[in-house]
């Protein structure tokens, strides 16, 4: 059983960054699908977004992240930290929220959603963004 485990949550104030990193001991992420969900209080689970299973070498990630967070995100993974990253900048307080990391075996869907698809979870870091 997987067990993915986020850290680099924090408070910052508006505008400022942070780097979420996901990580699971044993395993190699490259070969799985990764993704970045946030939920706020009182809100729906929404995904931030996510990068495919690595598909052989030499071959670009295909990433994608939401538009509301496209410009300011981004997902990157060190296959060889086996390691997934999400740095965040220019942080609103709407992005106050939990965030989690999760891991799919392939194929990869290439949509984003609440995370129903995913089967293993981190158990989240507070990301709280001051005004």
């Known amino acids: 059983q997987m067990h993915l485990v986020e850290s680099g949550g924090g408070s910052v104030q508006a505008g400022g960054s942070l780097r979420l990193a996901c990580a699971a001991s044993?395993?190699?992420?490259?070969?799985?699908?990764m993704a970045w969900f946030r939920q706020a209080p009182g809100k729906r689970r929404e995904g931030v977004g996510f990068?495919?299973?690595?598909?052989?070498?030499?071959?670009?990630?295909?990433?994608h992240v939401d538009n509301s967070v496209k410009g300011r995100f981004a997902i990157s993974r060190d296959n060889a930290k086996s390691a997934l990253y999400l740095q965040m900048t220019s942080l609103k307080p709407d992005d106050t929220a939990v965030y989690y990391c999760?891991?799919?075996?392939?194929?990869?869907?290439?949509?984003?959603?609440?995370?129903?698809?995913?089967?293993?979870w981190g158990q989240g870091t507070q990301v709280t963004v001051s005004s």
């Open positions: 999760a891991a799919e075996r392939p194929p990869c869907l290439l949509v984003l959603g609440e995370g129903n698809d995913y089967t293993y």
């Open positions: 990068i495919t299973a690595s598909t052989g070498p030499g071959l670009a990630d295909y990433i």
């Open positions: 044993g395993y190699t992420l490259n070969n799985y699908c």
